[in-house]
């Protein structure tokens, strides 16, 4: 299991604490949606992951790069994917914007549309059937559900409860994360499950969401690797018979 989380500069903590935070909480790997944190770990030229590698020897960990893309409007969201996708290895679109909502689904160079109901902006059986034909992830934020208080916890609740029953109804694929900015707001999967539970999700659902963040990792590398051509297609040498 995976958790994405946002390292210094955009977040809190290092890469290193929270690989090692997440280790020890029980997580394989961890998506680090802040690209400067790495970039900082390659070096100059961007090419050396040797302190990366190092780190996920070290913790006994996976590191998978990936960028959040948090744009205005589709327009700047569209030049910023294109910009970003060659580069990473997931590639998230913030929503809560009816708009950049919508972009997000419809675009399958988008991995995850995260935090769709943040803002103001809806998502509807339109956009669950696009996410599901494109196989663009839905994220389920429970960082409002474990940190949040009061009305607002409420809210979040709410807002997650609706948004599944439109995924699950359309089978549109998901993700699950805690939002972690700090190692300090990690959870490990079995917390997340059983504060899911509580609030009356079901936690196989759960656990395959939080899975999820891997399976993404795992496809892409293998799209960007040298021998794939397309589904099912590898370049290689092959024996003919004589």
Same mark, same amino acid.
């Given at each position: ?16 604490? *929270? ?40 913790? %006994? ?20 994917? %294109? ?56 994220? *389920?934020?429970? %960082? ?56 009356? *999700? ?25 021998? *794939?051509?397309?589904? %099912? ?10």
């Amino acid at each position: 299991m995976y958790e994405a989380v946002h390292a210094y500069p955009d977040g809190e903590t290092t890469v290193a604490r *929270f690989a090692s935070t997440a280790a020890r909480y029980g997580y394989d790997g961890i998506v680090v949606r802040t690209p400067e944190a790495l970039a900082d770990l390659r070096g100059d030229d961007g090419d050396h992951d040797d302190l990366i590698d190092a780190l996920c020897a070290e913790y %006994g960990i996976d590191i998978v790069d990936a960028v959040e893309i948090d744009a205005a409007d589709p327009g700047a969201a569209g030049g910023a994917v %294109g910009a970003h996708r060659s580069d990473h290895t997931i590639v998230c679109v913030v929503g809560g914007d009816d708009r950049l909502n919508r972009y997000a689904v419809e675009e399958p160079r988008v991995d995850v549309l995260v935090r769709p109901v943040e803002g103001n902006g809806d998502f509807n059986h339109v956009l669950a059937k696009a996410a599901r034909d494109n196989d663009v992830h839905v994220e *389920f934020d429970l %960082g409002p559900v474990l940190r949040a208080t009061g009305g607002q916890r409420v809210q979040a609740l709410a807002e997650l409860r609706k948004l599944r029953e439109i995924v699950t109804y359309y089978d549109a694929p998901h993700v699950v994360s805690a939002n972690a900015a700090s190692h300090l707001e990690l959870r490990a999967p079995r917390e997340l499950v059983a504060v899911a539970e509580t609030a009356g *999700f079901d936690p196989e659902w759960i656990r395959e969401g939080i899975r999820a963040w891997s399976e993404i990792a795992e496809r892409n590398r293998e799209r960007r690797s040298e021998s *794939f051509i397309q589904p %099912g297609v590898r370049r290689g040498r092959y024996e003919t018979e004589r």
